[in-house]
């Protein structure tokens, strides 16, 4: 099975902190994503990567930025987090081509105070 | 820019009854389509997914979907719906060759025992 694994499930942060949230997949996937999920909006995704040291900004990346040096790992960073950070974010992976099924992690839940 | 529609934010059956939520999607190409299902506390999971062939998808727990080309259209089906469904459920797309995954704001589900 597919695993894509996020580092934490449940964080709590200050207002101005910096914050990591690691993702690691197992499966050799090209294509890694950051999303966040909040009621009411779906999923949006913040960044995305093809390949390792590539990423592209996708529709929410204000105030985040990511790395992935590394094939397995993408990490999302939050150089200074604020409270309307506080939200769910959710790592995935898939192949490279399109019409390959995407993986989810289970999730991280950040709270921001 | 790719977008995915859900037509409805909650919705409210008995058991029993049947189901059908509307996803609609913006892109011209050639798409492949997805249903996940998040229940709750859970972890997204994938219900069902299109990428060619037959229009008529059939996925886990009996839920089905069709692809109608002509309405851009992807609609989640289940003829008779369990208290056990209760969650929500995102309808994606991915368009081209990039692979992102663009998500609908997500329908809940909830089903009156």
């Known amino acids: 099975d597919v695993k894509v694994t996020q580092s934490s499930r449940y964080l709590v942060k200050r207002t101005g902190e910096k914050v990591f949230l690691e993702c690691v997949q197992d499966m050799d996937h090209e294509n890694m994503f950051w999303y966040r999920q909040d009621p009411g909006l779906g999923l949006r995704l913040i960044y995305f990567?093809?390949?390792?040291?590539?990423?592209e900004k996708g529709d929410i990346p204000e105030g985040y930025s990511v790395s992935r040096e590394k094939k397995e790992r993408f990490s999302l960073i939050l150089e200074s987090a604020s409270t309307n950070q506080t939200s769910m974010y959710l790592c995935?992976?898939?192949?490279?081509?399109?019409?390959?099924?995407?993986?989810f992690g289970e999730g991280s839940w950040l709270t921001v105070v | 820019a790719q977008s995915v529609s859900q037509h409805n934010h909650h919705v409210i059956l008995s058991e029993a009854a049947s189901l059908e939520l509307g996803c609609n999607y913006s892109y011209g190409g050639t798409v492949n389509l997805f249903w996940y299902v998040q229940y709750p506390g859970q972890h997204l999971q994938l219900l069902l997914k299109?990428?060619?062939?037959?229009?008529l998808v059939k996925g886990i727990k009996g839920f089905e979907a069709e692809f109608i080309k002509s309405k851009f259209s992807f609609n989640l089906r289940k003829p008779s719906v369990q208290w056990s469904d209760t969650a929500e459920y995102f309808c994606?797309?991915?368009?081209?060759?990039?692979?992102?995954?663009?998500f609908g704001k997500g329908t809940k589900l909830s089903v009156k025992p």
């Open positions: 299109y990428f060619s062939g037959d229009p």
């Open positions: 994606a797309v991915i368009g081209g060759s990039q692979g992102n995954l663009i």
């Open positions: 990567s093809y390949d390792v040291k590539m990423k």
């Open positions: 995935a992976s898939g192949l490279g081509a399109s019409g390959n099924t995407i993986y």
